[in-house]
């Protein structure tokens, strides 16, 4: 069964500009989550998606949005880009039922602000 | 909020030994789950242990073990037989279940692993 997957691996951004990152689940998986990691802050969850709708948002700005497709495919946007927005960016999708709360994660996408 | 504390930011050990990180965990929530994730100089994050909050089992992968002690909201992941292929950086992380397993990931600040060969 293929993995998560994301796209692009890597991205150069220059400040004000926006951004979207785009996030397959692993097959029959109809969760996505997105989580920011940095240096500093270390692992923070950004929002998570379940059929179409988010159902939980971590504490960060309204320039960090999200939606979920029909197909759970999940793109996460980033708009006014700032310095302090360069991080790893991890996708992570989880399953059904019991397997709903094991996230498995994809292998991120480096975003670099210039 | 609930937060999670890896008090080793960084342990080394002997290949084949066997290596216990800690972690420790803050909740007012009786029903979650604990996880133990790896992540190696590629990035990618993996699941390595997975713990369900009412099981009062440990649960065992393979080499990797861990000793959950609710009362004392401890978890902590035994590694045996360490091989030099357990090099990474290793967080533990809780998540709710009291939302309908909504809730996000928590993370701690992770324990660099270092193997000696």
């Known amino acids: 069964k293929a993995g998560v997957t994301q796209t692009p691996r890597y991205l150069i951004k220059t400040r004000g500009q926006q951004v979207t990152l785009s996030c397959s689940p692993i097959?029959?998986?109809?969760?996505v989550s997105w989580y920011q990691q940095t240096p500093g802050q270390g692992l923070q969850f950004l929002f998570e998606?379940?059929?179409?709708?988010?159902?939980n948002k971590g504490n960060f700005p309204g320039r960090f949005s999200g939606r979920q497709f029909s197909n759970s495919r999940s793109e996460m946007n980033v708009s006014t880009l700032e310095l302090g927005d360069s991080a790893l960016y991890l996708c992570a999708s989880s399953g059904r039922g019991k397997a709903l709360d094991t996230q498995y994660f994809g292998p991120g996408t480096r975003l670099t602000v210039l | 909020a609930q937060t999670v504390t890896q008090s080793q930011p960084e342990m080394s050990v002997q290949e084949a030994e066997t290596v216990t990180l800690s972690c420790t965990y803050d909740?007012?929530?009786?029903?979650?789950?604990l996880f133990w994730y790896k992540q190696p100089p590629s990035r990618q994050m993996i699941l390595v242990i997975r713990?369900?909050?009412?099981?009062?089992q440990n649960a065992t992968e393979n080499r990797f073990s861990v000793n959950f002690q609710k009362a004392a909201k401890s978890f902590s992941l035994k590694i045996s037989d360490s091989q030099l292929g357990d090099a990474a950086m290793y967080f533990c992380?809780?998540?709710?279940?009291?939302?309908?397993?909504?809730?996000?990931?928590?993370f701690g600040k992770g324990t660099h692993l270092i193997i000696q060969p």
């Open positions: 713990q369900e909050a009412y099981k009062q």
């Open positions: 998606y379940f059929s179409e709708t988010q159902r």
């Open positions: 097959s029959g998986h109809r969760s």
């Open positions: 992380a809780y998540r709710s279940n009291s939302g309908g397993g909504a809730d996000g990931l928590t």
């Open positions: 909740t007012s929530e009786s029903d979650y789950y």
